[in-house]
């Protein structure tokens, strides 16, 4: 495993000097309550493996909605993981992170210019996740057009030794002087684990949030095996055309009964 040695800020030494009080953390990740993927395993399933995993930290980002279940998060809190707010939202088509907000606000924004509302109020984070991958969903451009909204960049479990869409990603954060978190975006929990975050930080939502911010944190990545990601990304396709297709079905249910003529539907409902 790679050790991407971030160092930001003050913060000049190697994580050796961190053995107390550093956090493995993951600020990425999906379960089966998104409301936009298919995905096997729930939060509580996703939970029980991190903290197997040494995990001190996670964030279950879903599809614009957060998890708010007070129950999750003592379930997490007996397991010695701190489960932190948060949601992947679409922000004028982009996907961003949104770490440690409050749900009503973190669902209710939709600009740039909502974005740059909720900073001045609150004291989250904002990650760019994935932000020069290739797709619509993914900042590109708008990173620099809103550099001042985000903390840090994401470094993404999706890479190979030949491919890579996150050096540039890096060296934007390095260029702009954002710190860089590791990141599962796991959709497949047989992502998790390769690509992580080590921050030096109380066991805290507030305090891994402001440990971030001062850039006492590094990414430990290590490039994922063809075979793996052929799997991972495999599924997530098959995953997604399934949902399609349900979609799809359920359209045609709705279409059915609303074509059925007005005394039929008296006898059937
Ligand atoms: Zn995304
Ligand atoms: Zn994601």
């Known amino acids: 495993m790679l050790n991407c040695g971030v160092t930001q800020g003050n913060w000049s ?3 050796t000097s961190w053995a107390e009080g550093v956090l493995k ?3 990425h990740l999906h379960s089966g309550e998104d409301p936009v993927d298919l995905i096997h395993h729930d939060a509580a399933m996703l939970i029980d493996r ?3 995993a040494g995990y001190g930290a996670l964030a279950i980002t879903l599809h614009d909605r957060q998890l708010d279940d007070s129950s ?3 379930f997490a809190r007996e397991r010695g993981v701190v489960l ?3 949601i992947e939202r679409t922000i004028e088509g982009k996907h961003v992170l949104l770490i440690n907000f409050a749900r009503a606000a973190a669902e209710s924004i939709f600009t740039f210019r909502d974005l740059e509302w909720l900073k001045s109020r609150a004291n989250g984070i904002v990650i760019a996740p994935h932000p020069f991958f290739p797709g619509a969903s993914c900042l590109g ?3 620099d057009r809103h550099a001042h909204l985000f903390d840090a960049v994401e470094w993404s479990y999706f890479w190979t030794k030949r491919l890579d869409f996150n050096s540039r990603a890096a060296r934007w954060a390095r260029a702009h002087g954002k710190p860089i978190v590791g990141n599962s975006d ?3 929990i047989r992502q998790l684990g390769r690509t992580h975050s080590l921050v030096a930080s109380e066991a805290h939502a507030d305090a891994i949030c402001a440990a971030v911010r001062d850039g006492r944190v590094e990414v430990a990545t290590e490039p994922v095996p063809l075979s793996e990601l052929a799997l991972v990304l495999g599924g997530m396709m098959l995953r997604h055309r399934l949902l399609h297709v349900k979609q799809l079905d359920l359209e045609d249910e709705r279409r059915v009964r609303r074509n059925r003529p007005v005394a039929a539907r008296a ?3």
Do not use: C
């Open 84 to 86: 932190l707010p948060g």
């Open 13 to 15: 030494e190697t994580n």
């Open 141 to 143: 451009r708008q990173l």
């Open 186 to 188: 796991t959709h497949d």
């Open 25 to 27: 953390v993951d600020f």
């Open 267 to 269: 006898v059937s409902e």
């Open 72 to 74: 999750l998060t003592a």
């Open 50 to 52: 991190a903290a197997a």
